[in-house]
Antibody
């Protein structure tokens, strides 16, 4: 069974940093591109980043470019999202998902709240 | 960026009804479109990819069609479990973008 479990969310002040993790199991992690998608409270879905299988190619939404960094550790089956210079508008549930185009499997999400 | 517009925003229907949800892209995305269902408090779940390919394990009452800029998701016989918000997503060009969602009420 494919399983994606996010962690690392929480309350952070504006300008702060946070690193999210996504633990993958049930599939050959290194064979799949991976993505992060977020959803602000009561709002729709926003794709924010994806990464190639070998950690060579990354893509970002303009809203996070230069502030967020996606990475992966294929030996540990882990996906990361390093978030810096956080803003109030980054408040959202962050989902990791398998796939770099359409998103086949999703984690349950981790809530990031940016507030003073 | 490619804008994705879904209609209607909300749809009320009864169990057993056939319903059609629409998704329009601001420019051609060929067939690079996916549909997801999201139940309240849960993660989205992939239903359809490449506009009309049914994801493994998804009930056959779901079907997708369209190409270019106009797409539809049809649920042939609505079930209570289908009460959810449905999103389309284009993956033709970056940034990937989602529609604003259609909420289906039963």
């Amino acid at each position: 069974e494919v399983r994606l479990v996010e962690s690392g969310g929480g309350l952070v002040q504006p300008g702060g940093s946070l690193r999210l993790s996504c633990a993958a199991s049930g599939f050959t992690f290194s064979n799949y591109e991976m993505s992060w998608v977020r959803q602000a409270p009561g709002k729709g879905l926003e794709w924010i980043s994806n990464i190639s299988r070998s950690d060579i190619t990354t893509q970002y939404a303009e809203s996070v470019k230069g502030r967020f960094t996606i990475s992966r550790d294929n030996a540990k089956n882990l996906l990361y999202l390093q978030m810096k210079s956080l803003r109030v508008e980054d408040t959202a549930t962050y989902f990791c998902a398998s796939g770099g185009s359409y998103l086949s499997h999703w984690g349950q999400g981790t809530l990031v709240t940016v507030s003073s | 960026d490619i804008q994705m517009t879904q209609s209607p925003s909300t749809l009320s229907a009864s169990v057993g009804d056939e319903v059609t949800l629409s998704c329009r892209a601001s420019q051609s995305i060929h067939s690079w479109l996916a549909w997801y269902r999201q139940k309240p408090g849960k993660a989205p779940h992939l239903l359809i990819y490449q506009a009309s390919s049914l994801e493994s394990g998804v009930p056959s009452r779901f079907s997708g069609s369209g190409s270019g800029t106009e797409f539809t998701l049809t649920i042939s016989s609505l079930q209570p479990d289908d009460s959810a918000t449905y999103y389309c997503q284009q993956y033709n060009s970056y940034p990937w973008t989602f529609g604003q969602g259609t909420k289906v009420e039963i």
